[in-house]
C-alpha cells in the first residue's frame, strides 16, 4: 500500500527537486532550445540563438574606423578630386558609425533599417572601388584589398535569425554517421555487458564463499574498478601497442590478429581492444552489485536443497538466479546505461578512430571540436532517448526495481 507525502514531508524533499530541476531539468531543457537553431561559436553569423535579424553594432563601428584609418593613408596618392570622393565616403561612413555609436553589442534591427543601411554601405563599397581602379597604377600603402575585406566584414554584421526549428531533427534522421555511432555504442554495450555479467556473476559467487582469505580476495579483485577509467585505458593503450605492446604480441602469437600493429589499427581489433579493456575495469563493479544480491539470500536454502539431493547447477538455476533477479536486473541496468554513454575509455584508448566512434564521441567532436553546439544537442537529445529507452525497457518490461516500496 503506497503512503501519501504529507505537507511537511513535501518541505523536507524540495530541496532535492530543486536539485533535480538545476542539475537534470536545466541541461535537458537547455539541449532542447539549443536544438531549434543553428548555433555554431566559431561563425559570426550563429554565435547566438536569433529568432529575428539583429546587428553588430560594435563590430560595424569598428569596421568603420578601419575603413576611415585606411582611406587617411591612401588618399594623399590620388588627385584632388578622388581626394574630394574619398572625403565624402569617409564622412558617410563616420555618419554611420556615429549613429549606432550608443549601441551596445547585438541589438535588434528592423529590416527596413537594415536593408536602408546596407545600401548605404553597397553605396559606399562602389565608390571606394571605383576611385581605386581610376588609380590602378598607384602604389597604395593599403589597397583595394585591404580595404575590400573590410567591407565584405561590415555586410556580416547584420546577423539573420538562425532559428532552424525541427529541421535538424529531419537531418539527424538521414546522418549515416550517427548511425554508424550508434551502431557502434550498441555493438560495445551489448557484447562488453554480456561479458561483465557471465564474468560479474562467476567472481561474485567466488567472492560469496566463506572460505579462509576471502576479504583479500574480495580487495583484490576489485582493484580494476577503483583505478580511474582514463588512466586504465591509458594503461590499456600501452599495452596495445603495435611495437612493444605485451597485449598485442600475445594476440599475434595465438594467432587472434595477424600482426601487433592490427590491434588498434584495424576496426575489428580497435573495438575488440576498447571491449576488452572495459570488461577488465567493469566485471568488478558487476560482481560488487551482484554480491550484494547474493548476501540477502537466505542461506537454509540451499542447506534443505542439498538434503533433497539438488546438485551445483540445479541449486543455481532453481534458487540463486531466480532470488538474484531483482539484483541482476538493477546491476544490468545502471552497467547498461554506463555502456551506453562510454566516452572516457574511446577517447583515451582509439579517439573513436577504426569504427570506435560512440555516441559519445561524435557529441563531443560535434559540439567541442567543430563548436556545432545546435546540431550537437541533436545528437545528445538522440543519445537521451535511446537512454530512456533502455530504462523503460528494464524498469517497465523486465520488472527492475530501483527504489522499493517498503
Not at 546596407?118 to 559606399?124: L, N
Request: charged share 15%.
Amino acid at each position: 500500500m503506497r503512503k501519501t507525502i504529507t505537507a511537511k514531508q513535501a518541505a523536507f524533499l524540495l530541496p532535492l527537486f530543486l536539485l533535480l530541476a538545476v542539475f537534470a531539468l536545466y541541461p535537458i531543457i537547455s539541449s532542447a532550445v539549443y536544438s531549434l537553431f543553428d548555433y555554431r561559436t566559431n561563425d559570426q553569423q550563429a554565435a547566438g540563438l536569433y529568432t529575428s535579424d539583429n546587428f553588430n553594432a560594435p563590430l560595424f563601428i569598428e569596421d568603420c574606423g578601419y575603413i576611415t584609418w585606411f582611406l587617411e593613408d591612401d588618399i594623399t596618392l590620388v588627385s584632388q578630386a578622388d581626394q574630394a570622393e574619398l572625403r565624402a565616403v569617409m564622412d558617410r561612413v563616420n555618419a554611420l558609425a556615429t549613429k549606432y555609436a550608443t549601441a551596445e553589442g547585438v541589438i535588434k534591427i528592423p529590416s527596413a533599417e537594415a536593408d536602408k543601411l546596407f545600401a548605404a554601405v553597397s553605396e559606399i563599397e562602389a565608390d571606394i572601388q571605383a576611385v581605386y581602379e581610376r588609380n590602378g597604377h598607384v602604389s597604395f600603402y593599403n589597397g583595394w584589398e585591404k580595404l575590400n575585406t573590410i567591407l565584405a566584414e561590415m555586410h556580416t554584421c547584420l546577423i539573420n535569425s538562425n532559428f532552424t526549428g525541427l529541421s535538424a531533427y529531419a537531418k539527424l534522421l538521414h546522418d549515416t554517421r550517427f548511425f554508424r555511432s550508434l551502431q557502434s555504442t550498441v555493438i560495445f554495450t551489448v557484447i562488453s555487458v554480456s561479458l561483465e555479467i557471465v564474468f560479474g556473476m562467476g567472481l561474485a559467487l567466488i567472492m560469496n564463499q566463506a572460505i579462509k582469505g576471502i576479504g583479500g580476495v574480495r580487495t583484490t579483485a576489485l582493484i580494476p574498478w577503483a583505478i580511474p577509467t582514463a588512466v586504465s585505458a591509458l594503461m590499456w593503450s600501452y599495452m596495445y601497442d603495435g611495437s612493444s605492446g605485451i597485449i598485442a604480441k600475445i594476440f599475434t602469437d595465438i594467432g587472434l590478429i595477424a600482426s601487433p600493429e592490427r590491434m588498434l589499427l584495424s576496426a575489428g581489433g580497435a573495438m575488440s581492444a576498447a571491449i576488452l579493456a572495459d570488461v577488465w575495469k567493469t566485471t568488478p563493479y558487476m560482481a560488487l552489485l551482484l554480491l550484494a544480491g547474493l548476501q540477502i539470500i537466505d542461506k537454509v536454502l540451499y542447506e534443505s536443497a542439498k538434503i533433497d539431493g539438488a546438485g551445483p547447477a540445479k541449486t543455481f538455476f532453481r534458487i540463486t538466479l531466480p532470488l538474484l533477479k531483482p539484483s541482476l536486473l538493477v546491476a544490468l541496468l545502471f552497467r547498461t546505461l554506463d555502456a551506453f554513454r562510454v566516452y572516457d575509455l574511446i577517447a583515451v584508448l582509439t579517439g573513436g578512430a577504426q569504427g570506435t566512434e560512440t555516441l559519445s564521441i561524435y557529441a563531443y567532436k560535434l559540439m567541442i571540436a567543430q563548436n556545432n553546439y545546435g546540431y550537437g544537442a541533436v545528437v545528445v537529445l538522440a543519445m537521451a532517448l535511446c537512454v530512456g529507452m533502455i530504462a523503460f525497457v528494464f524498469v517497465k518490461v523486465l520488472g527492475a526495481e530501483i527504489v522499493r516500496d517498503d
